[in-house]
């Protein structure tokens, strides 16, 4: 079973800064995609950005030339700079991989997420 572990969320002035880091562990299959989602309260969660295992990236457009995805893949650590925080970035944070394995023959790839990290940007 494998395990996230979230960190780096917290309150931060508009314009500000936050890091967030998420470390896999326990997984017995190849880690693939890494990402972050995002739901706000009343809203569906959305994606905010993924990684590839090719370090391949995808941002939502709303978080494009200020936030940064990067992952350690010897750390099995996902990262999320977030700069130039506005207050809409307010959510609650997800991180999300997906693992691969191979059984009986077939290939399976199995989503897991973390528990969420709050993010609460004031202006």
């Known amino acids: 079973q494998v395990q996230l572990v979230e960190s780096g969320g917290g309150l931060v002035q508009a314009g500000g800064s936050l890091r967030l880091s998420c470390v896999a562990s326990?997984?017995?299959?190849?880690?693939?995609?890494m990402g972050w989602y995002r739901q706000a309260p009343g809203k569906q969660r959305e994606m905010v950005a993924v990684?590839?295992?090719?370090?391949?990236?995808n941002y939502a457009d709303s978080v494009k030339g200020r936030f940064t995805i990067s992952r350690d893949n010897a750390k099995n650590t996902v990262y999320l700079q977030m700069n130039s925080l506005k207050p809409e970035d307010t959510a609650v944070y997800y991180c999300?991989?997906?693992?691969?394995?191979?059984?009986?023959?077939?290939?399976?790839?199995?989503?897991?997420w973390g528990q969420g990290t709050q993010v609460t940007v004031s202006s």
């Open positions: 999300n991989v997906d693992v691969g394995t191979h059984s009986s023959g077939s290939y399976y790839l199995t989503p897991y």
């Open positions: 326990g997984s017995s299959g190849s880690i693939t995609t």
């Open positions: 990684v590839t295992s090719m370090s391949n990236t």
